[in-house]
């Protein structure tokens, strides 16, 4: 099987480069692949968006799954005949906190949150994972703190110098006037979303997965990952 990855920012080259534990499959770039290649594949796309119709008509002519990475570009609200998993964070342990929140989300209503979020200087996406903590939690997305200040991120938030450009971290705060709860969430460099979409991409290998949309969080809580 052909691991088709798609994009040339720190991402996609995490992958690229991350020696990924398949058995039986070949990561290759994406580049003009789709021209020659006539078989089944999962492509990656941790792109632009520049190549995503490239990519669909790809996936829909061989049947092939899209896992999707990249965010802001609205794939989750496209219509497909293929699988295509939506994916804008694959560090399954932070996913798995952010379910667990949701899960319980009742049980904080009324309190005061604070919800603080900080990615490389450099990121001009929107904050996913943070815009899903606060909706979760019926926080306004408007109030959420977005840090890119590289000396804020070292001093203040405690990311060392070497992550200060691959970074993501979250701080949900719920107080009840002198009584806090703190949630901290803090992933540094891409080796974690690179474990992630290495356990992602056996899943698909090992699961005959339905020609919809389906998103990370509905495959972690129904335990396929």
């Known amino acids: 099987m052909k691991i088709v990855v798609v994009g040339s920012g720190k991402l996609a080259n995490a992958i690229l480069t991350s020696n990924l534990s398949l058995q039986s499959c070949e990561i290759i770039k994406w580049d003009s692949v789709h021209q020659s290649l006539n078989e089944k594949a999962i492509i990656v796309h941790a792109g632009s968006g520049r190549q995503l119709e490239e990519c669909f008509t790809f996936c829909s002519r061989t049947k092939s799954v899209f896992i999707e990475l990249s965010t802001g570009l609205g794939t989750e609200n496209t219509t497909t005949d293929f699988p295509l998993i939506v ?3 694959t560090s399954i342990l932070v996913l798995k906190a952010l379910l667990m929140l949701k899960a319980n989300a009742g049980l904080f209503e009324n309190y005061d949150i604070s919800i603080i979020e900080s990615h490389q200087s450099t990121k001009i ?3 996913g ?5 606060a909706n979760a939690l019926k926080f306004p997305p408007d109030k959420i703190v977005s840090i890119r ?8 938030v405690g990311i060392p110098k070497e992550y200060l450009d691959k970074h993501a971290y979250h701080k949900i705060v719920i107080k009840d006037g002198d009584d806090e709860i703190v949630i901290e969430t803090k992933v540094l460099g891409h080796n974690s979303y690179a474990a992630g979409v290495e356990k992602i991409i ?3 290998l090992n699961t005959n997965l339905e020609s919809k949309i389906y998103t990370i969080l509905d495959l972690i809580e129904n335990n396929m990952l």
């Open 149 to 156: 200040n590289p000396e804020i991120q070292q001093q203040n």
């Open 87 to 89: 994916c804008p964070n």
């Open 202 to 204: 056996k899943m698909v």
């Open 129 to 133: 994972t943070a815009y899903a903590f």
């Open 125 to 127: 996406t929107e904050a």
